[in-house]
């Protein structure tokens, strides 16, 4: 059996994986929840990790100003955990965003740490007003927040090595260099620990 798994961008037809895949995750993965109706409108938007024609894995890129996009709904499917499938979507996000011309890529994790291997910087919520602004004062948990903020410059002082074909993923283990496939060459600030 092949189980290579590939990357793409998400189609109007793989919304129902999409979405199954985040509603079965929301608890473990401490996702948002999303309607089908809201993964439908931004399908696009999304990359998926496919074996077969089978979606195992999701991520968004959502804009949150001309300037800030934002990772969201990264989810892997708990048969497919353990083959960095995660970093490679995160990866192609901040490739496309950089294409896109955002100079940062943002994510909020109560998991920081899968994020701080590829590059990101831990920093208060506080840097990325456009989050705050865009979801966060409506949410139940403002101020109570227990996720991280963790954020990415992409533009000038920042590699993206070359990708590698994400078949390869299956039965392999990644260099460090390919872990931090999006690490700054250069930091402009200390990294803030924010409180959980």
């Not at 439908?40 to 999701?58: D, I, K, L, Q, Y």
């Not at 899968?114 to 979801?135: L, N, Q, S, Y």
Request: proline share 8%; hydrophobic share 45%.
């Amino acid at each position: 059996m092949n189980d290579s798994v590939t990357l793409r961008t998400a189609v109007a037809a793989d919304v129902p994986a999409i979405h199954r895949l985040i509603v079965d995750n929301l608890e473990v993965g401490h996702l948002l929840p999303r309607s089908i109706e809201d993964v439908a409108e931004h399908v696009s938007r999304f990359v998926v990790a496919s074996v077969g024609e089978t979606v195992v894995g999701c991520a968004e890129l959502a804009p949150l100003s001309p300037n800030v996009a934002e990772v969201r709904s990264l989810v892997v499917d708990e048969a497919f955990r353990g083959r960095h499938i995660g970093p490679e979507l995160v990866t192609r996000l901040g490739t496309i965003g950089k294409g896109a011309g955002f100079s940062t890529l943002c994510a909020f994790t109560h998991e920081p740490s899968h994020f701080v291997r590829m590059g990101f910087t831990i920093v208060p919520h506080m840097w990325v007003p456009e989050k705050i602004a865009h979801d966060c004062t409506s949410c139940a948990l403002f101020r109570r927040c227990g996720q991280y903020a963790v954020t990415l410059p992409l533009r000038a002082g920042v590699t993206l090595r070359p990708e590698q074909p994400a078949a390869i993923i299956h039965g392999t283990r990644p260099t460090a260099a390919r872990r931090l496939a999006l690490r700054p060459i250069t930091a402009e600030r200390e990294p803030e620990a924010v409180p959980a």
